[in-house]
């Protein structure tokens, strides 16, 4: 049988996120829910595909490598965010991957996924052997796993993806996923493609900061309402990264910067893409956009601390520092960390680019109007890491191409 190896590459890497999507997610939703159905009817494609291609095969996961048979996949940055997520869990149960041994069905996924997020007890047999019996024992024969093996070839064939088109792929990822929370709000799908993309905004910050940095040049080919949202991310991933947070905290950050205007889905279209001032009735509703916010991310089926910390960011990222912005409180506590980082990002892209109410500004003109606004909107501190991290950037862009702007 000929194999398509690009299709099978790829398959490989759709199946280990898609895995990894589910167990991350079940410490927040049962394996029942939609959100999980997604993820699994993924899993189960990608497996079906990869059968199709080369069966019986065996899948290991070593480190940061997915290896098919015999032949190894360097895999994206976002597939590797997975492998640091399923490997660790793997190795705890003495598992190397999974043996694929015919076409799989949705249920047989399931019953692997269930496998994983409950582990498994170690007996006398060993863990690797008792995780295929208890396999079997719920009529999954499709696939099977197989042992652990700290010695795995590490010979692999290259994929390599310049960096600028990596970049560029996630920022293109990531809004593609505004444009499905704009059509059908936090519906379970929609937070898994949120999920992927600020992931996706962390490793590119983490890596290629100056890449981070050009995808939020003003563009105007791209909706505002749309392109906003994760330029906000990509900012306070940035500022998240300058001022310390950890990879886990940075993800928190950029999550919440998502959330924040998931409330604007509620405003009429003709409401947000309004030329020049709005009628104070309409402004007004623009203004409750926070509390829209809120609502919706209430609608979680469970609130968790990371949950919560989106409805507190989404309240907050308006008011700011000193309260008096909105929605209007009559007493607030101190603001947020994320809401601050959130609120400097949110402005500065808002004056960067071109919006229905003011044309863009330079980023000098822009850091000078946000000064204006320190100890008022803006936390003075934050503001000066904002600078330093601007005018760094620039320069280190300038030096690369001297015709940067």
Request: charged share 20%; glycine share 6%.
């Given at each position: 049988?000929?194999?398509?190896r690009?299709?099978?590459?790829?398959?490989?890497?759709?199946?280990?996120?898609?895995?990894?999507?589910?167990?991350?997610?079940?410490?927040?939703?049962?394996?029942?829910?939609?959100?999980?159905?997604?993820?699994?009817?993924?899993?189960?494609?990608?497996?079906?595909?990869?059968?199709?291609?080369?069966?019986?095969?065996?899948?290991?996961?070593?480190?940061?490598?997915?290896?098919?048979?015999?032949?190894?996949?360097r895999?994206?940055?976002?597939?590797?965010?997975?492998?640091?997520?399923?490997?660790?869990?793997l190795?705890?149960?003495?598992?190397?991957?999974?043996?694929?041994?015919?076409?799989?069905?949705?249920?047989?996924?399931?019953?692997?996924?269930?496998?994983?997020?409950?582990?498994l007890?170690?007996?006398?047999?060993?863990v690797?052997?008792?995780?295929?019996?208890?396999?079997?024992?719920?009529?999954?024969?499709?696939?099977?796993?197989?042992?652990?093996?700290?010695q795995?070839?590490?010979?692999?064939?290259?994929?390599?993806?310049?960096?600028?088109?990596?970049?560029?792929?996630?920022?293109?990822?990531?809004?593609?996923?505004?444009?499905?929370?704009?059509?059908?709000?936090?519906?379970?799908?929609v937070?898994?493609?949120?999920?992927?993309?600020?992931?996706?905004?962390?490793?590119?910050?983490?890596?290629?900061?100056?890449?981070?940095?050009?995808l939020?040049?003003?563009?105007?080919?791209?909706?505002?309402?749309?392109r906003?949202?994760?330029?906000?991310?990509?900012?306070?991933?940035?500022?998240?990264q300058?001022?310390?947070?950890?990879?886990?905290?940075?993800?928190?950050?950029?999550?919440?910067?998502?959330?924040?205007d998931?409330?604007?889905?509620?405003?009429?279209?003709?409401?947000?893409?309004?030329?020049?001032?709005?009628p104070?009735?309409?402004?007004?509703?623009?203004?409750?956009?926070?509390?829209?916010?809120?609502?919706?991310?209430?609608?979680?089926?469970?609130?968790?601390?990371?949950?919560?910390?989106r409805?507190?960011?989404?309240?907050?990222?308006?008011?700011?520092?000193?309260?008096?912005?909105?929605?209007?409180?009559?007493?607030?506590?101190a603001?947020?960390?994320?809401?601050?980082?959130?609120?400097?990002?949110?402005g500065?892209?808002?004056?960067?680019?071109?919006?229905?109410?003011?044309?863009?500004?330079?980023?000098?003109?822009?850091?000078?109007?946000?000064?204006q606004?320190?100890?008022?909107?803006?936390?003075?501190?934050?503001?000066?890491v904002?600078?330093?991290?601007?005018?760094?950037?620039?320069?280190?862009?300038?030096?690369?191409?001297?015709?940067?702007?």
């Amino acid at each position: 049988m000929s194999v398509d190896r690009q299709t099978l590459d790829a398959a490989a890497q759709r199946a280990v996120a898609r895995l990894s999507s589910v167990v991350r997610a079940a410490t927040m939703y049962p394996l029942t829910h939609p959100s999980m159905r997604f993820a699994l009817e993924g899993f189960a494609e990608a497996l079906t595909e990869i059968h199709a291609q080369a069966s019986p095969v065996e899948i290991r996961l070593h480190e940061d490598v997915i290896l098919v048979g015999s032949t190894g996949i360097r895999p994206s940055r976002s597939v590797k965010t997975a492998l640091g997520a399923l490997v660790p869990l793997l190795q705890s149960l003495e598992i190397g991957g999974l043996s694929l041994k015919g076409p799989p069905t949705i249920e047989d996924c399931v019953v692997v996924a269930q496998m994983l997020i409950e582990g498994l007890t170690e007996d006398d047999s060993g863990v690797a052997e008792g995780t295929g019996d208890w396999l079997l024992e719920r009529g999954v024969e499709s696939i099977g796993t197989v042992p652990l093996d700290q010695q795995q070839d590490r010979d692999w064939h290259a994929l390599t993806i310049p960096p600028p088109t990596l970049a560029l792929s996630t920022y293109l990822q990531a809004i593609r996923a505004v444009q499905q929370l704009y059509e059908h709000g936090l519906e379970p799908g929609v937070v898994v493609l949120l999920t992927r993309a600020g992931q996706g905004i962390v490793d590119i910050v983490m890596t290629w900061p100056d890449h981070a940095a050009l995808l939020v040049s003003p563009r105007a080919e791209l909706p505002y309402e749309v392109r906003h949202p994760v330029h906000v991310a990509l900012l306070s991933a940035l500022l998240g990264q300058r001022i310390g947070l950890d990879r886990g905290e940075m993800l928190d950050l950029a999550l919440c910067a998502f959330a924040i205007d998931c409330g604007m889905a509620t405003i009429p279209e003709s409401i947000r893409k309004r030329q020049g001032p709005l009628p104070e009735n309409e402004r007004a509703l623009v203004e409750a956009h926070p509390i829209e916010s809120v609502k919706a991310l209430l609608g979680a089926p469970q609130l968790t601390p990371g949950v919560r910390r989106r409805v507190r960011v989404a309240f907050e990222s308006h008011i700011g520092v000193d309260t008096t912005g909105y929605p209007d409180t009559l007493r607030w506590p101190a603001v947020h960390l994320y809401s601050r980082i959130v609120a400097l990002a949110d402005g500065y892209d808002a004056l960067r680019a071109d919006t229905p109410y003011r044309e863009s500004m330079t980023q000098q003109m822009a850091l000078t109007m946000l000064r204006q606004h320190a100890n008022k909107r803006y936390d003075p501190d934050l503001l000066g890491v904002l600078e330093t991290l601007i005018h760094e950037l620039q320069a280190r862009l300038d030096r690369a191409d001297q015709h940067a702007t």
